[in-house]
Nanobody, 127 residues
Framework: QVQLVGSGGGLVQAGGSLRLSCAAS????????MGWFREDPGKEREFVAA????????SYADSVKGRFTISRDVAKNTMYLQMNSLKPEDTAVYFC????????????????????WGQGTQVTVSS
C-alpha cells in the first residue's frame, strides 16, 4: 500500500496563495492516479482536483477552476496543489488521495475510487 502525508495548510487572507504538498511512500508513486478533496464541518467531502498517473490529464471542480493547479513530481514522490486567489469559501480540511489506476491517463473525480488517504491539512481563508 501507499502512505500519504499532506502538508502546507495554514491561515491566509482572501486573495492570497498557498501550496499544499502530498508526500507518498511505500508502493511506486507512478502507479497511482491522485486527487485532492476538501471537507468542511457538517458537509460531505468534495472533489477539488485530480491528476492522472502520467500527469498529463487533470480535472478540477468548477469552484476552483482557473485558481488552483494540481501537479505531481515523480522524482520526489510528491503531489502538489497550488492555490491562488483564495476565497473564504475555500476554507476546509484538504485531503490528498491515491487510486490504483490501470490506465496511465485516467483521472477520478469520485472519492469512492480512492483507496488511500492522507491525514488532512487545514486551510483557513480570512475575509
Amino acid at each position: 500500500q501507499v502512505q500519504l502525508v499532506g502538508s502546507g495548510g495554514g491561515l491566509v487572507q482572501a486573495g492570497g496563495s498557498l501550496r499544499l504538498s502530498c508526500a507518498a511512500s511505500g508502493r511506486t508513486f507512478s502507479n497511482y492516479a491522485m486527487g485532492w478533496f476538501r471537507e468542511d464541518p457538517g458537509k460531505e467531502r468534495e472533489f477539488v482536483a485530480a491528476i492522472s498517473r502520467s500527469g498529463e490529464s487533470t480535472s478540477y471542480a468548477d469552484s476552483v477552476k482557473g485558481r488552483f493547479t494540481i501537479s505531481r513530481d515523480v522524482a520526489k514522490n510528491t503531489m502538489y496543489l497550488q492555490m491562488n486567489s483564495l476565497k473564504p469559501e475555500d476554507t476546509a480540511v484538504y485531503f490528498c488521495a491515491a487510486a490504483t489506476s490501470p490506465s496511465y491517463f485516467s483521472i477520478y473525480r469520485s472519492k469512492t475510487m480512492y483507496e488511500y488517504w492522507g491525514q488532512g491539512t487545514q486551510v483557513t481563508v480570512s475575509s
